[in-house]
Nanobody, 119 residues
Framework: QVQLVESGGGLVQAGGSLRLSCAASESMLSMNRMAWYRQAPGKQRELVAVITSGGSTNYADSVKGRFTISRDNVKRTVYLQMNSLKPEDTAVYYC?????????????WGQGIQVTVSS
């Protein structure tokens, strides 16, 4: 069982920045991909950003150019740098990790962390 612990959330004014961190309890050597999702009140959970084991990244259109996902394999941590934050970025952000469990994969979730952007 992989434990994912998020940190770095909080309250920020529109236009501000936050950096979320997600620390994994297991080495990233067997990590297939890691991602950040978010869920706003009354809305479905949506994919925000993903980074693969090869380092490829992909972003939701709503955050392109403002958010950056990165990882530190030594620290077993994935980051989400969020700049130019908007009130519509307010949500609970979840870290997600997919690990190889040959012949399958297994997905794990963090507990979620609140990000609130005030106008």
């Amino acid at each position: 069982q992989v434990q994912l612990v998020e940190s770095g959330g909080g309250l920020v004014q529109a236009g501000g920045s936050l950096r979320l961190s997600c620390a994994a309890s297991e080495s990233m050597l067997s990590m297939n991909r890691m991602a950040w999702y978010r869920q706003a009140p009354g809305k479905q959970r949506e994919l925000v950003a993903v980074i693969t084991s090869g380092g490829s990244t992909n972003y939701a259109d709503s955050v392109k150019g403002r958010f950056t996902i990165s990882r530190d394999n030594v620290k077993r941590t994935v980051y989400l740098q969020m700049n130019s934050l908007k009130p519509e970025d307010t949500a609970v952000y979840y870290c997600n990790a997919e690990y190889l469990r040959i012949p399958d994969t297994r997905t794990y979730w963090g507990q979620g962390i609140q990000v609130t952007v005030s106008s």
